[in-house]
């Protein structure tokens, strides 16, 4: 049992106090005697003095009937709520609100006073005489010349039993104003009475104040301002109609009974709703929880491993790429990135054109699992293996509800997860990896690009590999990498990781990634060659070429294959179990870029080539019909006039006629 020990006894310490609880104060080996003191709520602080006999007092707290509660304050009834607080934080702040009265003055100068008490004898003070009370209020007059001697025994009372902290004579003003006006039976309105409004005034009870609450919920919702949310409920609930003067129009019932006013209205919705609360409903659940909502933490506190989680989106590139031809492309790019979420480092990227799609996704999962060199090389880029060093598979990945939800994993140890629609604070790491728009004012505006689709897909890469190398990272350093001087970019964090096994990453082969991500398609192949609808593709290798010279001739046979669908000009068709790489090549020595089509470029070119092949037989026929007609008007004879003789005939006749000339020339 400590000083200040919080008592609780049943028969009220043998009916010597009026409540259950006391405190230890003191046990006196002179006098044989325990203090105890106990706190009552009164208008004024007051504290009491209990003196027991010793033996008393110890036989009662062996036998049980005094113990100590559970709960053990350490400051006076009032203080509570100052427990394991700054109360200088609390001063600075008071003193900011222009608070005249310090506090911190006044609990010294109640030091004073009680320093002064306690210079004597105390223990004979507290037990020397049978009336501990009026020896306080006597040493209180003679020594301090104060005459409020009920105050000062609290004060005094309160520093001893609290250890002497200072903390335990600060003004108990901390609770003022937190009573629950509410309680009062009164019906008269609270608060000061307005200085205008002649009519009668209304108290707000606890269920006028819910209907408020739920009025202003359900108006403010839809879009609505606080004003229309409260003329709607007064209107509603109050019969409230406008009455016209030559001052101004105002409210008023017509009955003349009262009803809240405009400040009570707010004063109830403020009061029973959390700021937080108001925010969300004025301005939506999404539109809050992106502006407003405080931040709860970092994505990367969950994760300790490279591939652990990663973070995809797509983003619409800023400016319009031309056509192949050197025409505007009206079909934007869209790209997909695929962002690690302990690094922050770039794993993949995958794009399409005009629409965020599935196979963008799958292309980003494709670029995450094989060499960033082979990817590249795809698309027609070159770089180095240290430029972009990660390979492997993610152990989970959070897409949004969009096109990406969509694609099937066939890994079942990963983990998919959606963020809630509407919510880009669900997948922060990716949605800041995008490349900024700054918002300019005047007429909008469309920026056209001098890149074409496969140069701008050249130009992102190269942007990633740079990303990689030059983000702020920071904020994923650990006092371990710090140490290490390890740099603050995510290609540094992603390297240190890594060389210490802390990956998540699975591994497959290329093959494998070919048949998980990329399209299926069907291809044409025949002794001639090998075709995809207007696409003719060579393989260098002998497994193709074996396959080709077992076929019959005149005829087409389908085989399985797999493409990229942003480009064809690489694609991989499976003969015997095996993936065999082909390429794609043109009829004509042309531009090298013609070969970096997208799936859907190649759909349209084949449309367009059935509608020429339509009209080229169709125009075929008028040449032919020309011919005819311009042959029998020049010559006038049709171009098919001749009769079918047999060839002997033809020589036997030839023959004649030789004789005959050669008789002819003789005579």
Same mark, same amino acid.
């Given at each position: 049992?400590?000083?200040?020990?919080?008592?609780?006894?049943?028969?009220?310490?043998?009916?010597?106090?009026?409540?259950?609880?006391?405190?230890?104060?003191?046990?006196?080996?002179?006098?044989?005697?325990?203090?105890?003191?106990?706190?009552?709520?009164?208008?004024?602080?007051?504290?009491?003095?209990?003196?027991?006999?010793?033996?008393?007092?110890?036989?009662? *707290?062996?036998?049980?009937?005094?113990?100590?509660?559970?709960?053990?304050?350490?400051?006076?009834?009032?203080?509570?709520?100052?427990?394991?607080?700054?109360?200088?934080?609390?001063?600075?702040?008071?003193?900011?609100?222009?608070?005249?009265?310090?506090?911190?003055?006044?609990?010294?100068?109640?030091?004073?006073?009680?320093?002064?008490?306690?210079?004597?004898?105390?223990?004979?003070?507290?037990?020397?005489?049978?009336?501990?009370?009026?020896?306080?209020?006597?040493?209180?007059?003679?020594?301090?010349?104060?005459?409020?001697?009920?105050? &000062?025994?609290?004060?005094?009372?309160?520093?001893?039993?609290?250890?002497?902290?200072?903390?335990?004579?600060?003004?108990?003003?901390?609770?003022?104003?937190?009573?629950?006006?509410?309680?009062?039976?009164?019906?008269?309105?609270?608060?000061?009475?307005?200085?205008?409004?002649?009519?009668?005034?209304?108290?707000?009870?606890?269920?006028?104040?819910?209907?408020?609450?739920?009025?202003?919920?359900?108006?403010?919702?839809?879009?609505?301002?606080?004003?229309?949310?409260?003329?709607?409920? &007064?209107?509603?609930?109050?019969?409230?109609?406008?009455?016209?003067?030559?001052?101004?129009?105002?409210?008023?019932?017509?009955?003349?009974?009262?009803?809240?006013?405009?400040?009570?209205?707010?004063?109830?919705?403020?009061?029973?709703?959390?700021?937080?609360?108001?925010?969300?409903?004025?301005?939506?659940?999404?539109?809050?929880?992106?502006?407003?909502?405080?931040?709860?933490?970092?994505?990367?506190?969950?994760?300790?491993?490279?591939?652990?989680?990663?973070?995809?989106?797509?983003?619409?590139?800023?400016?319009?790429?031309?056509?192949?031809?050197?025409?505007?492309?009206?079909?934007?790019?869209?790209?997909?990135?695929?962002?690690?979420?302990?690094?922050?480092?770039?794993?993949?990227?995958?794009?399409?054109?005009?629409?965020?799609?599935?196979?963008?996704?799958?292309?980003?999962?494709?670029?995450?699992?094989?060499?960033?060199? @082979?990817?590249?090389?795809?698309?027609?880029?070159?770089?180095?293996?240290?430029?972009?060093?990660?390979?492997?598979?993610?152990?989970?990945? &959070?897409?949004?509800?969009?096109?990406?939800?969509?694609?099937?994993?066939?890994?079942?140890?990963?983990?998919?997860?959606?963020?809630?629609?509407?919510?880009?604070?669900?997948?922060?790491? *990716?949605?800041?990896?995008?490349? @900024?728009?700054?918002?300019?004012?005047?007429?909008?505006?469309?920026?056209?690009?001098?890149?074409?689709?496969?140069?701008?897909?050249?130009?992102?890469?190269?942007?990633?590999?740079?990303?990689?190398?030059?983000?702020?990272?920071?904020?994923?350093?650990?006092?371990?990498?710090?140490?290490?001087?390890?740099?603050?970019?995510?290609?540094?964090?992603?390297?240190?990781?890594?060389?210490?096994?802390?990956?998540?990453?699975?591994?497959?082969?290329?093959?494998?990634? &070919?048949?998980?991500?990329?399209?299926?398609?069907?291809?044409?192949?025949?002794?001639?060659?090998?075709?995809?609808?207007?696409?003719?593709?060579?393989?260098?290798?002998?497994?193709?070429?074996?396959?080709?010279?077992?076929?019959?001739?005149?005829?087409?046979?389908?085989?399985?294959?797999?493409?990229?669908?942003?480009?064809?000009?690489?694609?991989?068709?499976?003969?015997?179990?095996?993936?065999?790489?082909?390429?794609?090549?043109?009829?004509?020595?042309?531009?090298?870029?013609?070969?970096?089509?997208?799936?859907?470029?190649?759909?349209?070119?084949?449309?367009?080539?059935?509608?020429?092949?339509?009209?080229?037989?169709?125009?075929?026929?008028?040449?032919?019909?020309?011919?005819?007609?311009?042959?029998?008007?020049?010559?006038?004879?049709?171009?098919?006039?001749?009769?079918?003789?047999?060839?002997?005939?033809?020589?036997?006749?030839?023959?004649?006629?030789?004789?005959?000339?050669?008789?002819?020339?003789?005579?």
């Amino acid at each position: 049992m400590h000083v200040g020990a919080k008592l609780e006894s049943a028969d009220r310490f043998q009916g010597r106090s009026a409540t259950r609880y006391a405190h230890f104060l003191m046990s006196s080996e002179r006098y044989k005697s325990v203090a105890l003191v106990t706190f009552e709520k009164r208008a004024e602080p007051f504290a009491e003095l209990l003196r027991l006999p010793r033996s008393d007092f110890e036989t009662l *707290v062996a036998s049980g009937a005094i113990f100590e509660t559970p709960d053990q304050p350490t400051l006076p009834p009032g203080l509570e709520d100052l427990e394991g607080r700054d109360i200088y934080l609390i001063e600075r702040w008071r003193e900011e609100k222009g608070r005249l009265r310090s506090n911190l003055k006044v609990m010294e100068q109640r030091r004073d006073v009680v320093d002064t008490l306690c210079e004597g004898d105390l223990e004979k003070l507290l037990f020397g005489s049978s009336d501990p009370i009026a020896s306080i209020a006597k040493a209180v007059k003679e020594r301090t010349h104060r005459k409020d001697t009920t105050r &000062v025994r609290y004060w005094l009372l309160a520093y001893l039993t609290f250890g002497r902290r200072e903390l335990a004579l600060y003004p108990a003003t901390i609770k003022n104003g937190r009573w629950d006006r509410s309680s009062l039976p009164s019906d008269a309105r609270l608060g000061r009475p307005p200085l205008e409004d002649p009519l009668p005034q209304l108290r707000i009870s606890a269920e006028l104040a819910e209907k408020m609450v739920k009025s202003y919920s359900s108006r403010v919702i839809d879009g609505h301002t606080s004003s229309t949310a409260y003329t709607s409920f &007064v209107r509603k609930h109050f019969g409230v109609t406008v009455k016209s003067r030559p001052i101004g129009d105002m409210l008023c019932q017509p009955e003349g009974l009262p009803f809240p006013s405009k400040r009570q209205y707010d004063y109830a919705i403020h009061k029973l709703l959390k700021r937080s609360e108001i925010d969300e409903l004025r301005l939506g659940k999404h539109r809050y929880n992106n502006t407003l909502s405080p931040r709860e933490g970092a994505f990367s506190e969950g994760v300790g491993n490279v591939f652990q989680a990663v973070q995809l989106d797509a983003a619409q590139a800023p400016e319009l790429p031309i056509g192949f031809l050197g025409e505007i492309q009206q079909l934007p790019l869209q790209v997909v990135r695929m962002i690690d979420v302990a690094s922050g480092i770039g794993l993949g990227i995958g794009f399409s054109l005009g629409a965020e799609r599935a196979s963008a996704y799958r292309m980003a999962h494709f670029c995450c699992s094989i060499s960033k060199v @082979k990817f590249a090389r795809l698309l027609g880029l070159e770089i180095d293996e240290n430029d972009w060093p990660c390979v492997g598979t993610p152990g989970g990945a &959070v897409y949004d509800r969009g096109p990406g939800a969509t694609i099937e994993h066939a890994d079942a140890t990963s983990t998919v997860e959606m963020t809630p629609s509407y919510a880009p604070k669900g997948k922060p790491n *990716v949605e800041g990896s995008h490349p @900024k728009k700054r918002a300019r004012q005047g007429p909008p505006q469309v920026r056209i690009s001098n890149l074409n689709p496969i140069e701008m897909v050249k130009r992102e890469i190269l942007r990633q590999i740079k990303d990689n190398k030059s983000s702020d990272a920071f904020s994923r350093m650990t006092p371990e990498m710090i140490r290490s001087e390890v740099l603050p970019i995510p290609n540094d964090i992603y390297a240190w990781l890594d060389g210490r096994g802390r990956s998540s990453a699975g591994r497959i082969s290329f093959d494998e990634a &070919v048949r998980e991500w990329l399209d299926p398609v069907i291809f044409t192949v025949s002794r001639n060659g090998l075709s995809y609808r207007s696409a003719e593709y060579r393989d260098m290798g002998i497994l193709l070429r074996n396959f080709r010279e077992k076929l019959p001739r005149h005829c087409t046979f389908n085989i399985p294959g797999f493409v990229l669908p942003f480009c064809v000009r690489y694609a991989w068709i499976e003969i015997s179990g095996h993936l065999v790489e082909v390429e794609r090549v043109l009829p004509l020595t042309d531009d090298p870029t013609l070969l970096f089509e997208s799936l859907q470029d190649l759909e349209r070119e084949e449309v367009t080539a059935r509608m020429l092949a339509r009209r080229g037989r169709k125009a075929a026929a008028a040449a032919e019909l020309e011919y005819q007609s311009k042959h029998e008007s020049q010559i006038g004879l049709s171009p098919h006039d001749s009769n079918s003789i047999p060839r002997r005939a033809v020589k036997k006749r030839n023959k004649q006629k030789e004789r005959a000339l050669r008789d002819t020339v003789h005579s």
